[in-house]
């Protein structure tokens, strides 16, 4: 069901209409019964996959591009992605079992510069002409809604785009941006014009800041960009990190009342015209928290007055004890900051070590206990989003997707098995676009030869999927939206079970999580260290679902692995719900006849004898 949505533009808070258009998609009860999938929207799709050929992953060389030096340029600037275009591959994202999209922000950049990631905001109340409309937008999310899914925009509170210049004060020309001071603020030269000049008045929508809101220089902190990005009491609101522009990228005030009312008012007019359901907050870290619990209580507030009763608020926060602070009451919007937060601290290296047998695999199951508070919300699955990789990889010393550098023969498995751990543990789960292709941007494809210097490193993990100018493995022309893909088909056939309104998927989204104790070889039963079988099990209630992973790339494993006597006793059977090696139809059509007697030790553990191929995975239940 279609929703018309008008054409007129707002030019300041005054005309804003914060009455929904058309219905209102009610909010999930539980936001960890989805799987989220991030999409760029200038990477991901522009709708013509249909005029280019495929990718063929068995011949990666066949369309790698002739020229590394337009690639590489290309990937610093916008390539043609749409909202269109995402909305022609939902068929893909349903089959890939996909039911939320989080879409980073597709607000209206500046003109003249090329911030194709959309946190450059020029426009708060507009769509890049680059991306489409605002009817395009609720075209999507009406058709997504159509079908189940839901829809989390990415919204930026924190600062606007490089919209306006430093004066002359310290250095007797304007400038884009200065090094950060306490005291006192910079001086203010002018507005960045749709061209960008430095001009005294803004004279069109193409200049300055818009709404009108936001051209009030009391809106701005003026105290120059973050130099030092750390800070002794992370808590602290007057830390540079949370004072300073980032970057370029002008800091709003917060604490200006009327600044935070025009944020406020925004983001509200976009759930009235989009019927979006949640929003993923941008560099939560740097907005004090008072601040966050602010903004976030007037958005759920307002989501709640018109239908969406648990609207989602995620914050992007890269510290531990910050995601523990923000939280507090770890869901209670009313008092504290965000109902929930990206797990983007350790848990994508400890995962992604995990599942390629270089770390422990207690390294990141170790969170799954019950000894704390933090442990115990965490098991609960409500409160995180769980990550292997995104479009920044803030935890990793250098840019690179899970898939980079990995030549082990079942690399694709290997790279299906670690969004399965994402699956198969308590959270809301997202994947990042091109992991089901085993997308393997990393920095290594930069050549110094052409670009002496590290920058933009970040291009190289967002690759385009639809044939563009930087498409991913160095090639142009050809897309890569491939369903027989070997890690499209181990993704969707797990996440096929995941999504189950059955048991099995009930106990796989709600479950609490158990590392299981394995033997191998006449030793003890114990937790396995890396390179071996690894097994954890989901319960709920009297159901136990069964993951045993070989994390192992190169050699096959066995292994005895416990499971719950009680629940499965000596002599009963569980059936394979997946095999990594079956026949595409097989995970595609699972065979209902496939069984694993459990048996028992002389001391009565309960257990089941597995062997698996290299970077195997087997789920019993």
């Not at 690179?400 to 990995?406: K, L, S, T, V």
Request: hydrophobic share 35%; aromatic share 12%; glycine share 8%.
């Amino acid at each position: 069901m279609k929703t018309k949505v008008e054409d007129f533009t707002p030019h300041d808070l005054s005309q804003l209409n914060l009455e929904p258009r058309g219905r209102v998609f009610p909010s999930p009860m539980l936001w960890k019964h989805h799987i989220f999938y991030q999409i760029l929207p200038d990477r991901f799709s522009d709708g013509r996959e249909a005029e280019r050929p495929m990718f063929d992953y068995r011949h990666p060389e066949q369309y790698r591009t002739q020229d590394k030096r337009a690639w590489m340029s290309a990937g610093l600037r916008f390539t043609g992605g749409t909202l269109q275009g995402i909305r022609s591959k939902l068929d893909y994202l349903q089959g890939l079992g996909i039911t939320g999209l989080w879409l980073n922000p597709a607000f209206k950049q500046r003109a003249d510069l090329q911030t194709y990631h959309g946190y450059a905001i020029q426009n708060f109340l507009d769509i890049d002409p680059r991306f489409g409309t605002i009817q395009d937008l609720r075209d999507l999310i009406d058709d997504a809604h159509d079908r189940g899914m839901v829809v989390v925009l990415d919204v930026v509170i924190d600062h606007t785009g490089n919209n306006w210049f430093y004066g002359p004060d310290l250095t007797g020309i304007t400038e884009e941006s200065l090094p950060y001071r306490y005291e006192p603020p910079y001086s203010f030269a002018g507005w960045r014009s749709g061209t960008g000049e430095c001009i005294p008045e803004i004279q069109s929508l193409e200049d300055g800041c818009w709404p009108k809101e936001f051209q009030s220089l009391d809106a701005y902190n003026r105290r120059g960009a973050i130099v030092n990005w750390s800070n002794p009491d992370p808590m602290d609101p007057n830390a540079e990190f949370r004072r300073g522009d980032f970057f370029d990228l002008k800091k709003l005030d917060g604490y200006h009342k009327a600044t935070l009312e025009a944020i406020v008012r925004c983001y509200q007019y976009w759930i009235a015209v989009t019927d979006c359901d949640g929003f993923r907050i941008d560099a939560a870290k740097h907005i004090p928290k008072d601040i966050c619990a602010q903004f976030s209580f007037a958005i759920a507030r307002y989501a709640q007055s018109i239908g969406k009763e648990n609207f989602l608020l995620v914050g992007e926060i890269t510290d531990n004890l910050m995601s523990f602070n923000y939280l507090s009451l770890f869901g209670s919007v009313f008092d504290r900051a965000l109902t929930a937060v990206l797990d983007i601290n350790n848990s994508p290296n400890q995962m992604a070590g995990a599942a390629r047998g270089t770390l422990n695999p207690m390294d990141f199951f170790q969170r799954f206990r019950t000894d704390s508070d933090l442990a115990r919300y965490i098991q609960t699955g409500r409160l995180h989003v769980s990550i292997l990789d995104d479009h920044d990889m803030s935890c990793k010393s250098h840019k690179q997707r899970f898939a980079a550098h990995n030549s082990t023969p079942h690399s694709y498995w290997q790279s299906a098995h670690a969004v399965g751990i994402q699956l198969l543990t308590p959270g809301i789960p997202c994947i990042y676009y091109g992991t089901e292709q085993a997308f393997d941007g990393n920095e290594g494809y930069h050549d110094y030869s052409i670009e002496p210097n590290r920058f933009g490193e970040d291009r190289y993990i967002r690759e385009d999927m639809f044939g563009g100018p930087f498409g991913a493995f160095q090639t142009t022309g050809c897309h890569f939206f491939n369903p027989e893909h070997p890690t499209y088909l181990r993704i969707a056939a797990i996440a096929r079970i995941r999504n189950g309104n059955n048991s099995i998927g009930r106990s796989l989204r709600m479950g609490i999580c158990y590392p299981r104790e394995t033997s191998f070889c006449g030793y003890p039963f114990q937790i396995p260290g890396a390179g071996e079988l690894f097994g954890w099990s989901r319960i709920l209630s009297y159901h136990e679902i069964v993951m045993v992973m070989n994390t192992h790339g190169l050699e096959p494993r066995g292994a005895d692995v416990t499971v719950d006597g009680n629940l499965n006793p000596p002599g009963s059977k569980l059936r394979v719900l997946y095999r990594a090696d079956w026949t595409d139809e097989q995970l595609k059509q699972p065979p209902t006849n496939e069984f694993i007697a459990v048996e028992q030790t002389a001391e009565g553990r309960a257990y089941v004898r597995l062997s698996l191929p290299p970077a195997g995975m087997v789920i019993l239940g």
